[in-house]
Structure formats: structure tokens, C-alpha cells
């Protein structure tokens, strides 16, 4: 099938043995009760397979509510799924977080690791990624959701070395009413975080791209660390898109480097786009 017959939210991409494995969030009712993920595969990003059902998240309870932004890394010797689900949490509430799926081929079918969330037990929290630092660590960063706390966040938590579970306490980088070209609103209406990413670029700088609104446009946006890790002071550059387009991520393959996101944000209409980047070295652009 064609890239532009592909209607989904979030968009991963894993490039693997000279293949391109697209995931991401199944796209009617923005995501909900949608029973798990599909994988398409491609040699060209313009070509694709039908897609095949990777998880299915009604067989092991995890259809209740939201089943977003699965991503799929590549760690000692697996393959790793984020994604978050609804869970409940006592009799009459429900909370969203991020869980740990693996599976043996980029395919799958992946099954639950994780114990339980690897985000935090009494947050409301999605889009969980994978960051692994220099000495090979293994963390979490997510986003706690503006739902519970009206400004969102993007956080980070160490993750034990099996990804089985997170360890120690979440560490706020940013709100989402921290970038300078953030409109600022009246107390209490609310700032959203979306989709953090972490990227290296050659010369060592660490780079997150991440989405929020901008004059009520989803945007994709960019920020890097001071210090070149994770527990630096991320700085806020011009965004990547302004213009409707959002929660990507950068991948390297055949083609460059590239970052893909979904556009338009409206649902039905979502669609995987493509742009080839370029790694300034202390920064990346679209070309």
C-alpha cells in the first residue's frame, strides 16, 4: 500500500537489516479501545506492506481506553515496545502510563515485560521513550500529562537494566509552558506535552524533539541539553514545524537522516510524513 493510504497517529520508525518498520498509534477515535498496534514494512518509506498486528492488547487486558505511540528500540539483544495504556487504579479510577513490551523480531508479536508501568504509580503519564546514556543506562523519558497537572511536563526516570521496572524518583526537565514561543494562557488553562524523542547528533550534542500547540497548531519541537545528558538544563531552539504536523521522531537508514511525524493532527485525516534532515552538529534541519 502507498504511504498516503496509511492513517495513523505517532509514527516510529525502526530501520533493520535494510527494512523500514513503521508503528503507531491506529488512528480511529483518536486511539482508543483499538485492541493493540500494526507493523508495515517497506524497503523505499513510499511502498508499504498491509498492516500486521504486532500486539494485541484486548488479549492481555490492555484494551481499556488509550492505546498510544508504540515505539520499538533495539536493546541487548530484543526488541523493546513503549507504549502507554489505560489502567485502573482502585474501583472508579483510571490512570494512563507507559508499558514495556518485548518481542524477538521487529514484527513481533510483542508480549508484556514490564511489570505493571514503568512510569510513575499515581501519575498520569504517556509517550514513554527510550534513552540510553554513554555508559549504556537505561532510562525512561515520558510526559506527565497536563490532565492531572494542567502544565504538563517532560520528565525522565532511570529504568532497571532489564526494563522490567523504573527505579528510583521521576526528574523534571521541563514545563510545557517553559519555550519562549509558547503563548502564555490565564491561570489554569492547560500546557501539553507530547512525544518526546532523544536524538545524539555527531558531534555529541543531545537533542529532544518533542510536540506541543503553537497558535492552536501541533508543532513539532526541538531542545538540547547543556550539558550533552539527560540530567542537563534542555534549552528550547526554533521549532521543526509549526504549521499542523507533530509527535515524531529522527531516524537514520538507506535514505539519511530523516525525522517522520503525523499531519494533519485531525482525526481520520492523520497521515506518516517524511522530511530528510540534516545534522548540523550541534543541532539537526530540515532540508
Known sequence: MNLSQINIRDPFVLYESGKYYMYGTRAADFGRNTGGFDVYVSDDLENWSEPKECFNSEKYGLNRQVNWAPEVHKYRGGYYMLASFTRKKGLFTTLRGTYCLRADRPEGPFVPHSNGPVTPDDWECIDGTLYVDKKGEPYLVFCHEHTQITD???CYIKLSADLKKSEGEPVELFKGSSPYYIDKKPHGEHYITDGPFMFRTSQGELLMVWSTFINGK????????????????????????SDDGGH?????GRDGLMLTFHSPNKTGSERPKFRNLRDTGDSVEII
Do not use: W
Open 218 to 241: 501541533y508543532a513539532q519541537c526541538l531542545a538540547r541539553s547543556d550539558n550533552g545528558e539527560i540530567n542537563g538544563n534542555f534549552v528550547h531552539l526554533p521549532p521543526l514545524i
Open 152 to 154: 504538563g511536563t517532560v
Open 248 to 252: 515524531g521522531m529522527i531516524f537514520s
